[in-house]
């Protein structure tokens, strides 16, 4: 076999979008770090020419789940980064990228399975999304089970789901995404109080219970505070 050296010229190939997804996700932060975390978090891939036809998801409609490999649109980086530091790890601890799922991938490719809801001929709807608004998607691939599960599996990293926070609730703020989620047709409040028991904050930062913080999920503004440690409060759910 051939082996490849560092004389040889760099390959390069040209990846275009399959696809773009609308989500309910408007900027990086607060979003799930791993698919199905969220699982009132919905969307729609919107294929694009030649894809939309109904000829390139014939057959999906027997699929509940698919894989997406997508990029990391704004977080792409011309210098590849050999370490980084997961979240998992509090931030402060550095391991090589290749045994995270860290967005600052060497071509920024990531991936995600996702529950297929509904097919349309240019159309997939999506649940369990960990996706920006506006991701492109470089491919969709079915979820094999006997292929994809694998019981005997292991990462020592990352064993078991990050533990949750207690997430309270203002009653005005409740009432607001309860009438703001009727409005869109989402489960907005079930989408707030999965998102956040993730604790999106930075693991470095110890907030105190003065700081404010917010997020853009579909087109409200939700904003939190920390009143203690372990806890997080909804104060408002208003307009974007």
């Known amino acids: ?22 989500a309910c996700f408007k900027e990086k932060f607060a979003i799930p770090r791993q698919p199905h975390l969220a699982p009132a978090a919905r969307g729609v891939l919107e294929l694009v020419p030649p894809f939309d036809s109904g000829e390139a998801v014939q057959g999906l409609e027997q699929v509940s789940h698919v894989w997406l490999l997508f990029l ?29 799922r860290a967005t600052h991938r060497p071509n920024g490719i990531g991936q995600s399975v996702v529950t297929l809801e509904r097919v349309e001929p240019g159309r997939l709807w999506l649940s369990g999304i960990d996706l920006l608004d506006g991701t492109p998607v470089i491919d969709i691939k079915p979820y094999v089970p006997y292929a994809d599960s694998l019981p005997a599996a292991r990462n020592d990293l990352a064993s078991a789901a ?53 997020v853009r999920l579909w087109d409200v503004e939700v904003k939190w505070h920390y009143p203690q440690a372990g806890i997080i409060c909804v104060l408002q759910v208003l307009d974007a």
Request: one cysteine or more; a neutral charge.
């Open 1 to 22: 076999m051939a082996r490849i050296s560092a004389d040889d010229p760099p390959m390069s190939h040209t990846v275009t979008p399959v696809g773009f997804v609308r």
């Open 72 to 100: 990391f649109h704004q977080a792409l980086e011309e210098k590849p980064r050999l370490k980084v530091r997961p979240p998992r790890l509090g931030g402060n601890q550095s391991v090589g990228v290749f045994s995270t």
């Open 162 to 214: 990050p533990a949750l926070i207690e997430v309270h609730w203002q009653a005005s703020a409740r009432l607001q995404a309860h009438t703001h989620g009727e409005r869109l047709g989402e489960p907005l409040e079930a989408l707030i109080e999965q998102c956040l028991a993730q604790d999106p904050r930075p693991a470095y930062q110890q907030p105190t219970p003065e700081r404010r913080y917010g």
